[in-house]
């Protein structure tokens, strides 16, 4: 069974960082690339960032580019998504999306 486990979201002042981590388990983890997604309340949700098999292509969506790096840990199973200079319209709740299987997700919570 695939499973993914998100962490590492909170509540955070603009401008702060934190750290998502997502622990996967169930398939072969590098035969696949991994995405982020989030969804604000009230809205739909956002692809936020995808990570190729072998890490070596990286793509985001315009509002996060140069903000979020995404990388990968084959030998932990783990996608990171780091969240830098946080901004208010960054808050949602963020989710480790591979194919169409997703986690529960981590809520990220950003105050002025």
């Known amino acids: 069974e695939v499973r993914l486990v998100e962490s590492g979201g909170g509540s955070v002042y603009s401008g702060g960082s934190l750290r998502l981590s997502c622990a996967a388990s169930?398939?072969?983890?590098?035969?696949?690339?991994l995405s982020w997604l989030r969804q604000a309340p009230g809205k739909g949700v956002e692809w936020v960032s995808t990570?190729?098999?072998?890490?070596?292509?990286?793509q985001y969506t315009d509002s996060v580019k140069g903000r979020f790096p995404i990388s990968r840990d084959d030998a932990k199973s783990t996608v990171y998504l780091q969240l830098n200079d946080l901004k208010i319209e960054d808050t949602a709740m963020y989710y480790c999306?591979?194919?169409?299987?997703r986690g529960q997700g981590t809520q990220v919570t950003v105050s002025s």
């Open positions: 169930g398939f072969t983890f590098s035969d696949y690339p």
């Open positions: 999306d591979k194919d169409t299987v």
């Open positions: 990570i190729s098999r072998d890490g070596g292509i990286i």
